[in-house]
């Protein structure tokens, strides 16, 4: 199937806003035009800035409740259509893309309901032998505006993590979703303004990051600066954006370790879910596996037998497993990577086959741990199974890398349980789950070049999205 060339306009606060250069979006499939975006410029940033920090939101919660539900609604009611844009930017396939949905309706409901809760607290104060007899409560308040930058990956829901908690919080938000995945951002902010969220509290900018980036970072009105992205960017933006704060979510390496103890049909089939899910671009895919020497020949036999099944290819064919990743040059860096990891003693078992951006997945044995397949993010298809002799082997290289966002565990062997959950230094550790396993309003979020531990999840981007005040009062 095929989608109509879509010619698009920024949206700030909620006008459509055009310039005479533009940037092409092309399938990575086929190297077709799906669409095109203004180049925008420093001025078109200031404008939305400029109409956010100049509108005073005065929803309700249950207004606020009532928009974010209805998002939800029309996202599932058009869901194919949604997808289909998804799957045209990005390459990803059709099963990636409906699920891709699926999960943005989680984010818009959660918000809805998690926006009708208010946790202010209160302080009784003649709890002391100098008390008094007074009250301290906190409430929250909405900042400036908040300037969101996201990710290729998840082009609908990044930017729905994002979005639905500054509305559940009558925060007023400007967006710069990726240029290379732009469309559905643009698709998404209609959707809002559809569902009836006034146009000023949501804006997107487009345009090439060399050209507004730094406005994005630098306005003064911008009280906080949420991003999602890879580390080099991220250490960019920490710099660049100085005493404003941030909330950064960065890449990952994250292991599934498998214990001599595991049920091995159950980690394989973990270990193809994470890897090979997204075509591996998920911040929190499998990148590296982790398994103990004396079950590994057997394990590493059930994960290319059950990779050799995987369809890869068109991603618009619905029995596909798996489309494309986003360029021809990340295939590239991949198939480069795996061969490199060869030269160095590893042995391919299955895959490293490229075409343009289908790269298929793959699954490489016997990986030395410090080879830069695993030592770097390979935001990609790639399975490499790297042998541990221990536990304090298997905590010690899964530790060894600079990044430390998420984990799995496979083993039914409750002191290794706790040993795991105690001294992997990362933001998550699943037991018997891919790293990637939340639920859209838990805490979600990693340490090291991670990120620097504040998190994202609905829950907690409403708490960073709002400045608490509190205020007493005499209280007898
Ligand atoms: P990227 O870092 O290349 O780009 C992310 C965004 O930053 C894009 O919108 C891009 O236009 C923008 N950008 C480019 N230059 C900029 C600058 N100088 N200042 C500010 N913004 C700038 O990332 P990507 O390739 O789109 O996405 C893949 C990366 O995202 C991976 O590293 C992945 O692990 C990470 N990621 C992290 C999470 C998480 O929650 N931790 C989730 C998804 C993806």
Redesign the pocket.
Known sequence: MSVQIRVEAMRIAGEKVTTPDVVEVRSPYNGEVVGTIPKGQVAHVQAAFRAAAAYQPTLSRHERYEILQKAADILVARKEEISDLITAESGLCKKDSLYEVGRAYDVFSLSARLCIMDDGEVYSCDITPHGKKRKIFTVREPLTAISA??????PLN?VAHKVAPSIATNNCMVL?????TPLTALLLADILYDAGLPPAMFSVVTGA?EDI??E??TNPDAELVT?????P?GK??AEKAGYKRKVL????NDPLIVMEDADLDKASDLAVAGAYKNSGQ??TAVKRILVADSVADRFVDLLTEKTAVLKYGNPFDPEMDMGTVITEQSAKLFEARVNDAVAKGAVLKYGNKRDGAVYSPTVVDHVPFDCDLVRE?T?GPVAPVIRFTDIDDAIRISNSTAFG?SSGVCTDNWPHIQRFIRDLRVGTVNIWEVPGYRIEMSPF??IKD??LGYK?GVLEAMKSFTNLKTYSLPWE
Do not use: W
């Open positions: 930058i996201t990710p290729f990956n998840h990044q710069k979703p990726t240029e290379k990051p980036a730094d994005m970072l991003f999602t992205g890879g580390v960017i960019y933006i979510e960065l890449g990952g998920r911040c993010e935001f966002l979020g990693g991670s990120g994202e």
